[in-house]
């Protein structure tokens, strides 16, 4: 969809061209925009809304067409609640709300929902939210069904009302940020949505390698034999029973001065997890097809980053493997050496995220990283502590944490924090080899942690757990292509310096 930033003024609405206009009611109370649109029709507005019986709680919704005295044939009017100031998170959901309500016959439509105040975000946030948002809300994976919608019952373009001419650069330097964001998760979602028998290890290196094409992000793939030189025997213990090598893929995209230190991101990218020898149950194991949601989500980073120009080097790393069960596969007890040289008995062949996380992280260290953060669907025990709202942030480093708890909360992605205290580290004791590669019962999420916690000492280091918050299930099941905004945010506050 075609986005823009224009000035209009309130006053201007009721004679401007655009097929729809968006207003909200705050509560019972009108906008600014939407008090303009009522006056110039004498009160129609106010009156539809009070005989609709729309209270305005954020995300409802009502469609006004024809209204007389105005111009657009639809009045959209969004709840926005009637808190002094907008939560991010009723923001998030009546921008969403408003443009999934939009009819998309009506062509083109005009937001004046920049006007609303937003806990936090100025008016140029909220137009970067606002295009983030409406990309997010118009997303659609429908690759694989025959019928598709025809381009006519598609919104084609929304225009982004600002009131202030002097804004207007500014403005429209949020919005093409906001758009780097949206296309950059919806890059994610895509992959992430992609079957498990289309994305192989080989189609992430694949899509690496396209993201490099033009040459701003320099792209190098490593196959099975490279890796096996490396030492990286513990992520080929992950792809040993599968038909489709291991891939270990490297992002380089220097955006700062040659020799600033690169920020590194890490993603787990298993794209099918049966759990190997270590066979999963049956009942919705379909979902693991988006194990590779944290791979995912740092080429949505890069391919972001390289769109906006961010002065900052960051360098992209995904660990890509099958977990296959087969008579080539690990068994549980198998002890394998990691590139770090510390032994791993293997001791549950479902817990393998770590398994190729460890050798990366170990593999990074070349880069003499600022920091490292790897992003990975680890544990299903971080789905039960956290559900699906928030990531679980794990670091030894209280600044960088907050740093990463923070850039979440600026753009409603948020991140939890959980320990990563020594005193976890003996539930990973192994009686044969330097550690086993689970912990037990108990602090799931925080044992595999731990676990990594034993390869990222050379380095300040952050590790994201986004088990629950990298998809949906049930009726909108789907990748959501978080954490892309929380890391786009953490990137671009410190090229800001
Ligand atoms: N990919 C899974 C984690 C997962 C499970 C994510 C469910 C989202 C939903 C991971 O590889 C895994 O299987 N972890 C095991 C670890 C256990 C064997 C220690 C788990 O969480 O059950
Ligand atoms: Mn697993
Ligand atoms: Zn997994």
Same mark, same amino acid.
């Given at each position: ?37 009522? #006056?110039?029709?004498?009160?129609? $507005? @106010? =009156?539809?809304? /009070?005989?609709? %019986?729309?209270? !305005? +709680?954020?995300?409802? &919704? *009502? ?26 998170? #009723?923001?998030?959901?009546?921008? $969403? @709300? =408003?443009?999934? /309500?939009?009819? %998309?016959?009506? !062509? +083109?439509?005009?937001? &004046? *929902? ?384």
């Amino acid at each position: 969809m075609d986005l823009a930033v224009a000035v209009v003024a309130p006053q201007a609405l009721a004679e401007d061209k655009t097929p729809a206009i968006i207003v909200a009611a705050r509560g019972k109370t009108l906008s600014d925009s939407a008090a303009a649109l009522d #006056a110039a029709s004498s009160g129609a $507005l @106010a =009156a539809a809304l /009070a005989s609709a %019986g729309f209270d !305005g +709680k954020p995300g409802q &919704t *009502l469609a006004l067409y024809a209204l007389p005295g105005i111009k657009a044939g639809l009045v959209l009017v969004v709840g926005a609640g009637d808190a002094a100031e907008i939560s991010l998170q #009723a923001w998030h959901k009546l921008v $969403l @709300a =408003a443009v999934k /309500a939009l009819p %998309g016959r009506m !062509g +083109k439509a005009l937001s &004046t *929902l920049a006007e609303l105040p937003v806990a936090g975000r100025d008016v140029n946030e909220r137009i970067s939210d606002q295009a983030r948002f409406v990309l997010e809300a118009g997303y659609r994976f429908d690759e694989y069904k025959s019928k598709k919608p025809a381009a006519g019952d598609l919104l084609s373009k929304l225009t982004l009302a600002i009131a202030d001419k002097a804004g207007l650069k500014a403005a429209k330097d949020a919005l093409v940020w906001g758009q780097c964001i949206g296309t950059g998760q919806s890059f994610a979602r895509d992959l992430g949505n992609q079957p498990g028998n289309v994305a192989y290890p080989g189609y992430l290196a694949e899509m690496a390698r396209a993201i490099g094409e033009d040459g701003d992000v320099k792209v190098e793939v490593m196959g099975e034999e490279e890796l096996r030189k490396l030492g990286m025997h513990c992520l080929l213990s992950v792809s040993a029973g599968s038909q489709h090598d291991a891939q270990l893929v490297t992002l380089n995209y220097q955006g700062g001065k040659a020799k600033d230190a690169p920020v590194v991101l890490v993603g787990k990218g298993i794209t099918f997890d049966t759990g190997g020898i270590s066979l999963k149950p049956g009942a919705g194991m379909d979902e693991m097809k988006f194990d590779m949601c944290g791979a995912a989500s740092v080429l949505g980073v890069m391919a972001a980053i390289k769109l906006a120009r961010l002065k900052l080097n960051v360098i992209g790393v995904i660990a890509c493997a099958e977990n296959m069960p087969s008579g080539t596969a690990t068994r549980p007890g198998d002890i394998v050496k990691t590139m770090s040289g510390q032994t791993v008995e293997i001791l549950n062949t479902d817990a393998e995220g770590r398994l190729v996380l460890c050798d990366a992280l170990t593999y990074v260290e070349r880069f003499k990283p600022a920091v490292v953060v790897d992003i990975a669907t680890l544990t299903g025990a971080c789905v039960v502590a956290l559900g699906k709202v928030a990531s679980g942030l794990f670091s030894p480093q209280d600044e960088l944490a907050e740093e990463l708890l923070a850039a979440g909360q600026r753009v409603d992605d948020r991140a939890w924090r959980l320990p990563v205290w020594d005193d976890y580290q003996e539930l990973l004791d192994s009686p044969f080899a330097d550690i086993a590669n689970i912990g037990g019962p108990t602090a799931g999420s925080i044992t595999a942690a731990c676990y990594l916690a034993r390869f990222t000492k050379a380095y300040s280091w952050a590790h994201l757990d986004i088990a629950g918050t990298a998809w949906l299930s049930g009726a909108q099941k789907g990748a959501t292509g978080r954490p892309v905004p929380l890391l786009l945010e953490f990137l671009r506050a410190r090229a800001a310096g």
